[in-house]
């Protein structure tokens, strides 16, 4: 399901600019008595910090030592993960980049990944990834960005859960989307948007679907390729 009234975008990519992107997932932590006014600038800073401190307690403590495969439906923090799916021009699967200790760089280290954060606790752009733009192999043609619940929470109980496209070199956002999931419906991953290259010119267009549980993932992206 799309989100109401998306007005899609594609933005075309300077490589000799945009040598390096960067896709940021945050959102605020199941506890959050603490938060300021968004207007509050010191105030805020103050909770950044309060967000890091908590953020090394709650590590100390995880409930889960690793991001397995599928969703932990007992787990009972906000905990967003950020993934990229890379697939050929065919839609096959090229690469993939996650949490994950052993997911964290793809195969030909141009994909990485900042690492997990379980509960949103931790400061801005709580999970990150990374792009070398400009040695991205020849058949990782299609990359996707996708934000994904791996907790009991749907998408639509989380607090303020924000996507987006940054380029690294003047830290410029290119692309922000808040996270609107329908509140008639549980949905657990976001489809934020793909990279895709048209002969030596790469684009990024905005996709803001909104997807229940999904076994295979190649398979449910190849009808955006």
């Known amino acids: ?114 690492g997990e954060n379980y509960s949103g606790y931790g400061g801005h752009d709580d999970e990150q990834i990374h792009i070398e733009m400009n040695r991205i192999p020849s058949d990782y043609e299609n990359l996707f960005f996708v934000a994904a619940s791996d907790s009991k929470f749907s998408l639509n109980q989380v607090q303020n859960p924000v996507i987006r496209l940054v380029d690294c070199k003047d830290e410029k956002t290119l692309i922000e989307m808040k996270i609107t999931a329908p509140v008639d419906k549980e949905t657990y991953n976001y489809v934020f948007g793909r990279l895709y290259r048209k002969g030596d010119e790469w684009f990024f267009q905005d996709i803001g679907e909104f997807a229940g549980d999904v076994d295979n993932w190649p398979e449910y992206l190849k009808k955006f390729v």
Not at 56 to 81: N, P, Q, T, V
């Open 1 to 114: 399901m799309n989100q109401p009234n998306k007005v899609p975008r594609k933005i075309t990519l300077d490589l000799k600019r945009h040598q390096r992107l960067m896709v940021g997932l945050s959102w605020d932590p199941l506890d959050t008595k603490y938060a300021p006014a968004p207007e509050n600038r010191n105030a805020f800073y103050l909770y950044d910090v309060h967000r890091a401190f908590n953020f090394l307690l709650h590590i100390r403590s995880a409930e889960k030592d690793e991001d397995g495969k599928g969703r932990e439906k007992d787990y009972a923090h906000f905990d967003l993960d950020l993934i990229c799916f890379a697939l050929d021009h065919d839609g096959n699967p090229a690469a993939y980049t996650g949490p994950a200790a052993p997911d964290m760089i793809d195969e030909k280290e141009v994909i990485y990944h900042s």
